[in-house]
């Protein structure tokens, strides 16, 4: 009877360590499943901290920077009231976009927010390269258009990670754009007024009513 029961009882140890052994890896598979789930949905979630109001200023500074350039006498000082407007826009975008991400919470540096700007850099960097190329041979004229297809395809790429609207404006940016390159040289500043200025004021109430600022 005694050598009966000590044989159960030490039959019965392993079964309940097994039992503890399971319960502890069906835990740990749980929350691997559920932290799969969170970064899936990450993956997944658009980037919606693009500025509304921020790109109504911008806009509203495009268009005083459009009005000075005209003033202009030399095509260069033109150009480089273009370009402190371009240093002003960026400082306010991203401002504006630091603002709203705070709101929404969500991060600047989330899964959505990495995509979107590794979509919307590499096009603003061929631009700012192809720019400097055409200023350093004198091509100003060829300036403006290169500005708005360039600036149009980072929009269209980072956008394809935000909401619908945003790829839709950056599409109008480069018809902008290609349109320029085929009228007379004169028209580059109601060109640049016209993309950088009343589509971002228009694009730019359209985000803020609907997604929010």
């Known amino acids: 009877m005694y050598l009966t029961l000590t044989m159960a009882k030490t039959n019965a140890m392993p079964k309940d360590d097994r039992d503890a052994g399971n319960a502890v890896n069906i835990g740990d598979r749980a929350i691997d499943n559920l932290e799969f789930i969170r970064e899936t949905m990450e993956r997944s979630t658009h980037f919606t901290a693009v500025p509304g109001y921020g790109g109504m200023l911008m806009g509203v500074t495009a268009l005083v920077a459009a009005y000075i350039a005209s003033t202009q006498i030399y095509l260069r000082d033109n150009l480089f009231t273009w370009l402190i407007e371009a240093a002003l826009g960026f400082c306010i975008g991203l401002l504006a976009m630091w603002q709203k991400s705070r709101i929404d ?33 004198e091509y100003y004229y060829a300036i403006p258009p290169v500005c708005m297809l360039c600036y149009g395809a980072a929009v269209v790429c980072g956008g394809a990670f935000s909401v619908r609207i945003v790829p839709v404006m950056g599409w109008c940016f480069m018809a902008f754009g ?11 500043n109601l060109m640049m007024a016209a993309s950088f200025g009343l589509l971002h004021i228009v694009f730019g109430a359209v985000i803020a009513r609907r997604y929010g600022g």
């Open 178 to 188: 290609s349109a320029a390159f085929l009228l007379p040289t004169s028209y580059g």
């Open 105 to 137: 919470g969500q991060s600047l540096v989330s899964v959505p927010a990495k995509k979107f700007a590794l979509g919307f850099v590499p096009p603003l960097i061929v631009g700012v390269a192809v720019v400097l190329g055409l200023w350093k041979n």
